[in-house]
């Protein structure tokens, strides 16, 4: 796939996994210009230390993504697996500080968590076999994965 194609469609998923239906349960839903609805996500209470932090790795979990689909669109699947396994993927639990946060989270929020790091482990192996046989599908759709985890959790809980 030419990398100007590829970022047509690493660009067409990132909106896709934006975008939403109202009433479909995202209660944050973009009204345009009509009142905003109330938010029926359930509310996490962290520590505010714990907050700022849990914050700050979403923050670079959205960057990532970023570098991800940069990667993806220069043919550095080396990169993109590297990223996605380093900073989203099941190696970098410890560096996120994933087992102190988890305790304050519900358990469902915790399995979306899981469920976030375990599909960028598999999309880092996608990239790589991308790299190897130079079909690029199965890696945009692994990372289709990873973020649709994202909106999934952010769909269902928000911070305080």
Not at 87 to 115: C, F, N, T
Not at 126 to 137: I, P, R, V, W
């Given at each position: 796939?030419?990398?100007h194609?590829?970022?047509?469609?690493?660009?067409?998923?990132?909106?896709a996994?934006?975008?939403?239906?109202?009433?479909?349960?995202d209660?944050?839903a973009?009204?345009?210009?009509?009142?905003?609805?109330?938010d029926?996500?359930?509310?996490?209470?962290?520590?505010?230390?714990?907050?700022?932090?849990?914050?700050?790795?979403?923050?670079?979990?959205?960057?990532?993504?970023?570098?991800?689909?940069?990667?993806l669109?220069?043919?550095?699947?080396?990169?993109?697996?590297?990223?996605?396994?380093?900073?989203?993927?099941?190696?970098?639990?410890?560096?996120?500080?994933?087992?102190?946060?988890a305790?304050?989270?519900p358990?469902?929020?915790?399995?979306?968590?899981?469920?976030m790091?375990?599909?960028?482990?598999?999309?880092?192996?996608?990239?790589?076999?991308?790299?190897?046989?130079?079909?690029?599908?199965?890696?945009?759709?692994?990372?289709?994965?990873?973020?649709?985890?994202?909106?999934?959790?952010h769909?269902?809980?928000?911070?305080?």
């Amino acid at each position: 796939m030419k990398p100007h194609t590829l970022a047509t469609v690493t660009t067409a998923l990132a909106l896709a996994a934006c975008s939403h239906t109202p009433g479909a349960g995202d209660a944050s839903a973009h009204s345009h210009g009509a009142a905003p609805e109330v938010d029926a996500r359930a509310e996490v209470v962290f520590p505010e230390s714990m907050r700022a932090h849990t914050l700050s790795n979403m923050r670079d979990h959205l960057k990532a993504l970023a570098e991800i689909q940069a990667a993806l669109a220069e043919g550095r699947y080396d990169v993109a697996s590297s990223v996605a396994e380093q900073r989203l993927g099941m190696s970098s639990l410890k560096s996120h500080g994933a087992h102190d946060v988890a305790r304050y989270m519900p358990v469902g929020m915790q399995a979306a968590g899981e469920a976030m790091h375990r599909s960028a482990s598999r999309f880092a192996i996608e990239a790589q076999n991308s790299a190897a046989t130079g079909d690029l599908k199965p890696a945009v759709h692994a990372l289709a994965q990873v973020t649709s985890t994202c909106v999934a959790c952010h769909a269902g809980y928000r911070l305080r």
